[in-house]
């Protein structure tokens, strides 16, 4: 019979037997002071004599490491070194399964029934993190921890002090491991005052257990637990019960044939706890079926790289996991301004799931080659080259995204029930415009289901540019930034950003950050580049109509007719096409194109018929050969930030001539 469930007198002489066993002081000693304590250790035990130490390592390094914590009275090694010198770790470590796939670190603690001589739990914690950084243990892709009587204690206290490491962490073993509290601490406790042994009370008298006990509940990430446990008493107590060394087991926990000390010394490969061990790292962590694999079928290898092919302007390139584990991936470190890239930031992929890489290239006449960087959890980093084997390819599917566009927002405005309110609305009606923009979107979402919805606002933002609606794109943009901030943040769309805002006139599109502007050199470039790619698009000339028959997309559709007109070689009616816009909404991009078709015309006596001057953002000034009679004084208008439409005045108020209107960014917010 246990002494734990023996009548109270039989009890008191197992305790006070087991005290004399183990040589614990009961009163002072004979020559020395009568508070000291002495060095007590359990039969079999001895003080830790070592430190901190690899015991195993291999040749090239493992990507798996395992952490032994020995418990109270252990010494780093001997804890787990039979009577014969075999050791615990060369059992699991020489398993045919296992060998040569794990490298083991042993952790050691000073354990000695000192009065003031041991860590408690809290402190022996954090000085195993410490030494699991100092001695490179946390640089491995998997960790896996076991624990013997209170070490299973620490290392759970490790983890929840440390809860980043679950993801490298996938399961603990823990042996005899007091869950509840142990027996033997009742007994200590009235015999040496040592924190070690006041946390290892039962749990319902004891704080810290309590703590531990829900905290670890409470958390969803917790690696897996496995256990064994003893079913022999040692010197007739039972060091850790059943109850006791089983509660947060996650599988069927294993009885061992050994009483709290000789559970860890193992007589050979076949001890139920060394198979505990083993059964645990070939199941939960070298199961070739649980490592992470990725399989991106679009990225062809090439030496030292990777290369994708873009055959269109936006591509989702598949990225799938086809392993066990999760798997985090982005691209970054784009080589060019005009390569947009998701994800930016990691993005986990959980096993069995699938995403995409999305590239977008917003100018493909720049270069043939662009790169950037694939960054997974599993590799180090790997360039991956975007190559563009044809460049009318992309141009061709450039006309056809513009074509696909002009048609959406063609069926949007002819549409009964939004052309009859429309013709009616006010021209500073804001909602309308939106409505286009969002036509342009749910065009480019149908084209692209997989591509995120901030890439599709982006998307819509580069189509409506290319239609030289630079107002709507810089709707676009805003709404790609309500929908994905990190996207507007890189370099591909800050530089879309600034040809929208210094076209538009658009002092500031994003509101998380400035919105950067062309300086006069580029703002000359672009405009040389601005196309008329819309003009080749059949149902453009019927588009260019219908808006100009609703008075908040007036300005839309006389920008529209003007770049058919140019790209017919009608320069005078382009002329006045533009003219007629910018009276509507003053822009650079529209005094560019105006300027470039013969400038300003007025059949007014009072004004004359020179021709007008470009300032460099594109602001229409008078010719220096004209008269003073002949010019109007000059206006000031500020383009305000995507404002209403109501620059919309010709049916309110006289036309304004253009060569009186100077162009400028609005200071408000600056």
Avoid at 63 to 80: C, E, N, Q, S
Avoid at 233 to 257: A, H, L, N, Q, Y
Avoid at 578 to 606: E, M
């Amino acid at each position: 019979m246990d002494a734990s469930n023996a009548p109270a007198p039989r009890r008191l002489f197992a305790i006070l037997a087991l005290a004399l066993a183990l040589g614990l002081p009961g009163c002072k000693n004979a020559g020395g002071s009568g508070n000291a304590a002495r060095v007590v250790t359990l039969p079999g035990e001895s003080l830790n004599e070592s430190g901190p130490q690899w015991v195993v390592r291999t040749q090239p390094s493992a990507k798996v490491a395992i952490v032994f914590v020995h418990g109270l009275f252990g010494d780093t090694v001997r804890t787990w070194t039979n009577g014969k010198g075999e050791r615990f770790f060369d059992f699991v470590a020489k398993h045919p399964d296992i060998a040569g796939k794990v490298e083991i670190f042993a952790f050691g603690y000073p354990s000695s029934m000192f009065a003031s001589g041991s860590f408690d739990i809290q402190a022996s914690a954090k000085a195993l993190h410490e030494m699991l950084k100092h001695h490179g243990v946390l640089t491995y892709e998997k960790i896996v921890f076991v624990g013997h009587s209170m070490g299973g204690l620490v290392v759970m206290r490790e983890l929840l002090m440390n809860r980043d490491l679950p993801s490298e962490v996938p399961v603990i073993v823990l042996i005899a491991t007091p869950q509840e509290g142990a027996e033997i601490a009742r007994i200590a406790d009235h015999i040496a005052r040592n924190p070690a042994l006041s946390q290892l009370k039962p749990a319902d008298r004891n704080d810290l257990l309590k703590i531990l006990n829900d905290d670890w509940r409470a958390w969803p990430e917790r690696p897996r637990v496995r256990c064994a446990y003893e079913n022999r008493s040692t010197r007739g107590v039972m060091i850790v019960k059943w109850s006791s060394g089983t509660r947060f087991c996650d599988e069927p926990p294993v009885e061992v044939s050994a009483d709290h000390i000789d559970i860890v010394k193992p007589d050979g490969p076949n001890h139920l706890a060394v198979v505990t061990v083993t059964n645990a790292l070939r199941e939960l962590v070298l199961d070739p079926a649980l490592e992470p694999r990725l399989e991106m079928p679009a990225l062809k290898e090439e030496g030292d790289h990777l290369v994708l092919e873009l055959d269109r302007l936006n591509v989702s390139a598949p990225v799938i996991n086809s392993g066990g584990k999760p798997v985090r991936f982005s691209a970054v470190d784009a080589s060019h301004d005009a390569l947009v890239l998701g994800p930016r930031h990691p993005l986990e992929l959980p096993p069995g799931s699938r995403d995409n890489i999305w590239v977008l290239l917003t100018d493909p006449a720049i270069q043939a080659e662009y790169q950037f960087k694939l960054r997974t959890s599993i590799r180090p980093d790997r360039i991956v080259k975007v190559r563009i084997p044809d460049v009318r390819r992309l141009q061709a599917h450039q006309q056809q995204l513009m074509q696909g566009a002009v048609a959406a927002v063609l069926q949007h405005v002819s549409d009964p029930g939004n052309a009859a309110p429309w013709r009616l609305a006010p021209p500073e009606d804001a909602g309308i415009p939106d409505a286009i923009v969002q036509a342009v979107h749910d065009y480019v979402a149908r084209d692209n289901p997989d591509a995120p919805e901030s890439a599709r606002w982006i998307i819509a933002a580069d189509i409506l540019n290319e239609l030289n609606w630079h107002a709507l794109a810089a709707r676009s943009l805003q709404r790609a930034e309500q929908a994905g901030p990190e996207w507007v943040s890189q370099q591909g769309v800050q530089r879309l950003a600034a040809i929208t805002a210094s076209l538009s006139g658009e002092r500031r599109i994003f509101a998380s950050m400035e919105t950067p502007m062309l300086d006069e050199a580029q703002l000359a470039a672009v405009h040389q580049r601005e196309g008329l790619a819309a003009a080749t698009v059949p149902e453009t000339p019927l588009l260019a109509r219908r808006l100009q028959e609703i008075p908040a997309l007036r300005f839309y559709g006389l920008s529209l007719e003007g770049d058919l007109q140019q790209a017919r070689g009608d320069k005078d009616g382009a002329r006045a096409a533009y003219q007629d816009a910018a009276v509507i909404r003053p822009s650079p991009s529209i005094s560019a194109r105006l300027t470039a078709t013969g400038g300003w015309r007025s059949t007014s006596p009072a004004i004359g018929a020179d021709p007008t001057t470009m300032g460099p953002l594109g602001d229409l000034r008078t010719s220096p050969a004209a008269t003073a009679p002949t010019v109007p004084q000059q206006r000031v208008i500020e383009v305000r930030e995507l404002a209403p439409l109501d620059a919309n005045r010709a049916s309110r108020e006289a036309p304004v001539d253009p060569r009186a209107v100077i162009v400028q960014p609005s200071t408000i917010g600056r």
